[in-house]
């Protein structure tokens, strides 16, 4: 039987908040940018849309990735967070392609048009919610450390960005409608940091997917703390990688050859208790035991 996990509970509380957020925007911005004749703030409203899609898959990745592990998924199912961050990241990338591209077509076909003082207002409290939505979901994806959830936090802060962008555009053709080239070149600011994260989005679910495994200095603070249980003689062999945003690793550790396999085993329980105990990413931990011979592994 399945418990509460404190992450799943706190990543669909932060994660319904979001779309609660989202859906109030989208209603203001397509409003306000219809009525105020603003085609950036109504282009926002639609970028908003591809939120509530991301909240989706966040709150889809979150409910799969914290199954407990069966006989299909002994290891869980935590590359189904993993792959939620990865669709993030690529809904990162194609929303500042459809910036680019509607930039550009504004820069070399634009008509003059001066919107009103609503679509500002606006446009300042979408970057308002968003940053302090950001601020939330982040503290909550680096509390229960999940990638998912960070991305998501990621993707509030661009839409926060290209918020900026907008208030930028909307203000300067506000002041003097042939200024509308403003808002193409702040949309064109804005879509590098749009790509920088959802690049290292992509970049960090893809090396979870191939199993690279965490810094040198982790499996070292594994090795160490293995080798201070009593009557482990070597830690040797360490694996690991991530899933999830979390750490599973394999060790193995030597031992007297004399012990019984009784006292083997509550050494090897040891290791295990002690090193999820001790690192916090750390989920699950398989040790194995070798006796001892003449000769030390290392």
Sequence with gaps: ?????????SGMKVTI???IVNIFLVIIKLYFGFIGRSQALVADGIHSLSDLFSDAVVLLGLNWGAKDADDNHPFGHGRIETVSALVI????????VGIVYKSV?????????????????????SIVLKEILYHYTVYIGKK????????????????????????IGITGAY????????????????????????WELIWQALKEVVDTAPDEEVLQLIRAI?????????AHDIKARYSGGRIITEV?????KNLSVFEGHTIAKNVEYTLIDEIDELVKVIVHVDPSDNKIIH
């Design 17 to 19: 908040v979001g779309a």
């Design 105 to 125: 077509q504004t820069l070399y076909h634009h008509e003059p048009v001066q919107p009103t003082i609503w679509t500002i207002l606006a446009a300042f409290v």
């Design 226 to 234: 293995s080798e201070r249980i009593d009557g482990v003689l070597n």
């Design 144 to 167: 229960h450390k999940s990638l998912v959830i960070v991305a998501n936090a990621w993707h509030h802060r661009t839409d926060a960005f290209s918020s900026i962008a907008v208030l």
């Design 1 to 9: 039987m399945q418990t509460e996990d404190p992450k799943l509970k």
């Design 89 to 96: 990241g690529l809904l990162l990338i194609a929303v500042a």
């Design 252 to 256: 193995h550790i030597v031992v007297d």
């Design 175 to 198: 002041l003097n409608p042939n200024w509308v080239y403003a808002d193409a070149l702040a949309s064109l600011f804005v879509t590098y940091f749009i790509v920088k994260v959802g």
